[in-house]
């Protein structure tokens, strides 16, 4: 592994030394930090808002590549990313880098997921890693993992995860795998994104639809259900008992089993819809391929790579 400087690039502020503000519109992932502050990852760096002020991040700041894939806010407050160039770990403002090198399948990790144990997992297109001392354990066919080119890790408790691919999903407890796919009610076998609410249940964001397990029986959602695009690429949870869905033409909502697309919808920065995340404070976060936005209160307050608009 490779410990590099922190900091960023020109104190954070582009080479014009304007204000810093999202690095890219092109949202590929969200965080919402337990202080208040959010993590953004995007087609082109890192960004940091923390109240009004952004802090940027890129490969010339210590990040491992400027396409940030995932990003996770670990319980002791480090940050982790994944890139197409290995993932980072951000401390007491220094980056880590971890890659094929440390024992990783592949330096192309998608997913990272930090299980109540305080593991992490990396989720990459050759299999899933963790940490085992000073190297990374990988975990892939071999070891009973259904599908290696992982997309999405969720994490459903200590050692308890769910694994979507581009081959269906797989649920891991602690000691062997069960795999599922459309045959078993997914909406489709591409998975996009997982969400596991606190009851336990689990959404699944995929190529085809919503699906909903509550450990029994699949539920499927669709566009004859009301949402905007079948294509659904995020999915959240644990906002007032309303599931937020997002899809490549825009956002919707399911609440007691209807699916609905509000008219505040229609305040996003972009249709696209790319990643979601609930803030500490209840707030809604939206990525999108035009932007972010953030949903508190009925009213938007809109990040572009340029600008703020409330």
């Known amino acids: 592994m490779a410990a590099l400087a922190a900091g960023c690039s020109s104190g954070g502020a582009p080479v014009d030394d304007a ?5 890219n519109d092109w949202v590929t992932s969200i965080a919402a930090d337990p202080d208040g502050s959010l993590w953004v990852g995007t087609n082109d760096g890192l960004g940091h808002l ?7 991040y890129r490969a010339t ?42 024992g990783l399948p592949s330096n192309w990790v998608n997913s990272i997921a930090v299980d109540d144990g305080g593991t992490v997992w990396l989720g ?6 963790r940490p085992n001392g000073e190297e990374w354990e990988t975990i892939d066919a071999d070891d009973g993992l259904p599908t290696t080119r992982v997309i999405w890790v969720a994490s459903a408790g200590t050692e308890e995860l769910w694994i979507g691919s581009n081959g269906g ?9 069960t795999a599922y796919s459309s045959s ?47 294509w659904v690429t995020a999915v959240s949870t644990g906002i007032d008992g309303i599931v937020w869905v997002g899809t490549t033409e825009g956002l919707a909502q399911l609440t007691d089993g209807e699916i609905t697309v509000p008219a505040i919808a229609q305040g996003l920065p972009n249709t696209s819809v790319t990643a979601l995340a609930p803030g500490s404070d209840g707030a809604l976060w939206v990525g999108t391929k035009g932007g972010l936005g953030r949903l508190a209160d009925g009213e938007w307050t809109i990040y572009t790579a340029s600008t703020t608009e409330p």
């Open 19 to 23: 204000a810093p503000s999202l690095p």
């Open 50 to 56: 923390d109240g009004d002020s952004w802090t940027v």
């Open 61 to 102: 700041d210590g990040l491992p590549n400027d396409l940030v894939n995932s990003v996770t806010v670990a319980d002791d407050g480090s940050v982790w990313v994944g890139t197409n160039y290995g993932a980072g770990r951000l401390e007491s403002g220094g980056w880590t880098r971890y890659g094929i090198e440390d």
């Open 124 to 129: 990459t297109i050759f299999g899933l890693s």
């Open 169 to 177: 999903l797989s649920h891991f407890d602690g000691t062997a795998w």
């Open 184 to 230: 078993d009610g997914l909406p489709g076998d591409w998975i996009n994104a997982i969400d596991v609410d606190a009851d336990g249940v689990v959404w699944v964001a995929a190529r085809g639809g919503l699906g909903r397990f509550d450990g029994t029986e699949w539920t499927s959602y669709t566009t004859a259900d009301g949402l905007p695009g079948e």
